[in-house]
């Protein structure tokens, strides 16, 4: 822990106040995900819970607003500040799951089509191009349209759309590090294709692959809330942030308008905080741009 | 008398060039893609005695250093015989091959860029070991590693540190004591001091002969420094555009060059003696392109003394009365008359 406080990495980080603030909101945000269930009062999942009395409470710096209800209520009577919580969550698990599963295909394909070269890179990489000349919010909408909707189904249409960033990126550093005599000190030394990879390469272009990793995250979650927002995403039964927008976009236009905006005021910090502690990352991490 | 621990047969080395895009033209009313191909080593044969430091020089481009990552089957050999204790094995798959780089390891050029910079030095250097297979508990792997570090002047705390929390001098010795680790006969040393600055490339050099009599290695050295050779060989042999133009002793091949490129070469070497100069022969041009070789003698071209037959025929390696071999039509025995003054 002191070699972490004393390192240059912290030294930095101390010294770049948007990559404190960014920090800070995905801290808040964490801790509320984990946390913020035990804190409101309400589960706005649970039928029994909710009053219909309740409906359309404005948040409680208003005239008519409920103590009970921080940020107001929608029409069911659910707590909005309770639904974000959970709703962040939902956003939240999609974000991470679905920037794990690209990570996970985008990278095995971009360290094949960059150590092995030849027809293998040649097919992935075209595949790769023909995707990127589709606006990657269309091919989602798409899969998802002709697929169904459903957590899953999100899932898979963003690991479809994702894997193309983490495969370039992947590939274009594996093909500057397979250049190095290591890589060929390495076989000298009797390993193997499969061992060079995951004991060299893989180590070598972990670092592009933390800080589009991060970026991704933000860009999943968008991409989610668009989807939801549009009616293709996740079920009613578990709203994320951008169906919780949707939901209150409804009745945005009746002056009822704390439904939607705060929602979608969160996923914009959100996505912020993660976008700047990203950026900061990336700057940090990526030595030509020191 | 006791087998060479190599020896190289006619050994050729061609890269393909181009993908099948560049290489398209229309000719004679269709679409062709000729294969074209870099001639990188064009039936290269040596010999290395158990003990022995044959050093390859030649200027940049000349194929050297393809010669020796060839035989370390980091490139597959076109064509040719790579014998390694009288075994062939320029044909042998990845997997057979493991036994043979318990007898043969590799020094590389660039101490920057030849260890992995994400792994600690002990697992560098212990890498060629493990890959032999067989477990090690902790405690020996890390016993062996500072054993090696020990060998080549490193202590047993640098042997958790990472590659750059070292100058290039200590990195070119982790790299020796990987190459030392599965205690190997032969290293092919490629370049292994030009990376290096010239105060740190003698003390390189000296562990490096220490190393050797101390475990009876031989060396397949490559260089493009002269005065590097001189001091580290007992044999060498000369390059040109992939071709091997001349072998000798070292003390044979600096007193007594045979081959037109050899005295242009080494009356090319900077010296510091004031007192004998050396007469500089100067050649035109350039090497030619190894995507079209000359015909005849690769040094035709450029030399000053070629003649008809230069452009005809190929000369092979003869092998001279003292021992050298030359690759000249005017060393050849049938020509005498055309001898050199």
Redesign the interface.
């Known amino acids: 822990m002191t070699r972490f406080l004393s390192s240059e990495f912290f030294y930095h980080y101390r010294r770049n106040l948007p990559a404190i603030f960014g920090s800070a909101l995905l801290l808040c945000f964490t801790l509320m995900a984990i946390f913020g269930p035990l804190l409101v009062a309400q589960d706005p999942y649970d039928v029994t819970q909710l009053e219909l009395m309740d409906s359309f409470k404005p948040p409680v710096w208003l005239e008519g607003g409920d103590p009970r209800y921080l940020l107001g209520t929608d029409g069911q009577g659910r707590d909005v500040l309770a639904s974000i919580v959970y709703g962040a969550r939902i956003s939240a698990f999609i974000g991470l799951a679905a920037m794990l599963c690209s990570c996970l295909i985008g990278t095995t394909l971009g360290l094949v089509a960059g150590y092995y070269g030849g027809l293998a890179d040649s097919v992935i990489m075209r595949i790769a191009d023909i995707q990127l000349s589709f606006p990657s919010m269309l091919i989602a909408l798409f899969l998802m349209s002709a697929f169904g909707t459903g957590i899953d189904m999100v899932l898979i249409a963003l690991t479809a759309v994702g894997w193309v960033v983490y495969a370039r990126t992947v590939r274009g550093s594996t093909l500057g590090e397979i250049q190095?005599?290591?890589i060929?000190?390495?076989?000298?030394?009797?390993?193997?294709n499969v061992?060079i990879i995951r004991?060299?390469v893989l180590?070598?272009v972990l670092t592009p692959l933390i800080v589009v990793s991060t970026i991704q995250v933000g860009t999943f979650i968008l991409i989610e809330a668009s989807l939801s927002f549009l009616g293709v995403g996740v079920p009613i039964t578990q709203p994320s942030l951008g169906l919780l927008v949707k939901e209150g976009f409804d009745v945005l236009f009746s002056g009822i308008w704390w439904t939607s905006a705060f929602p979608g005021l969160f996923i914009m910090f959100l996505v912020f905080g993660i976008n700047l502690f990203g950026d900061f990352l990336r700057d940090e991490l990526n030595p030509r741009l020191r | 008398m006791t087998p060479p621990v190599l020896e190289v047969k006619d050994l050729v080395k061609a890269f393909p060039v181009g993908g099948f895009l560049d290489r398209l033209q229309v000719g004679k009313g269709s679409l062709l893609a000729p294969q074209r191909q870099l001639r990188a080593v064009n039936g290269v044969s040596l010999t290395i005695a158990p003990g022995e430091v044959f050093a390859l020089v030649g200027e940049s481009g000349c194929g050297k250093s393809t010669v020796a990552k060839t035989i370390a089957r980091i490139y597959e050999p076109t064509s040719g015989e790579i014998r390694i204790d009288g075994e062939d094995v320029s044909r042998l798959p990845f997997r057979a091959m493991l036994p043979v780089r318990r007898k043969l390891q590799m020094i590389f050029q660039d101490p920057y860029a030849s260890l992995d910079p994400r792994q600690r030095v002990r697992d560098i250097v212990m890498e060629p070991r493990l890959a032999q297979g067989g477990r090690l508990s902790r405690r020996e792997l890390q016993d062996e590693a500072v054993a090696l570090l020990a060998k080549v002047g490193l202590n047993a705390e640098q042997a958790n540190r990472y590659p750059h929390q070292f100058s290039g001098g200590q990195r070119q010795r982790i790299g020796i004591a990987r190459a030392l680790s599965v205690r190997p006969t032969l290293i092919i040393a490629d370049e292994p001091v030009s990376a290096l600055d010239v105060s740190i490339q003698a003390q390189i050099l000296n562990l490096m002969k220490d190393l050797r009599d101390e475990f009876r290695l031989s060396y397949l050295f490559v260089s493009h420094d002269l005065s590097v050779a001189h001091h580290i060989a007992d044999r060498i042999g000369v390059m040109y555009l992939g071709f091997m133009v001349e072998t000798a002793s070292r003390d044979q091949l600096f007193r007594e060059p045979k081959h037109p490129y050899t005295r242009v070469l080494l009356s090319a070497a900077p010296t510091l003696d004031k007192s004998n100069p050396g007469t500089k022969i100067e050649i035109r041009g350039e090497v030619p392109s190894a995507l079209r070789l000359p015909s005849g003698c690769c040094f035709r071209t450029r030399c000053p003394l070629a003649f008809d037959r230069c452009a005809v025929e190929r000369p092979a390696l003869k092998p001279q009365a003292d021992g050298s071999a030359v690759a000249c039509h005017l060393h050849d025995r049938t020509d005498t008359e055309r001898m050199i003054p």
């Open positions: 190095k005599e290591y060929q000190a390495a076989r000298v030394a009797g390993l193997g061992a004991k060299h180590p070598n």
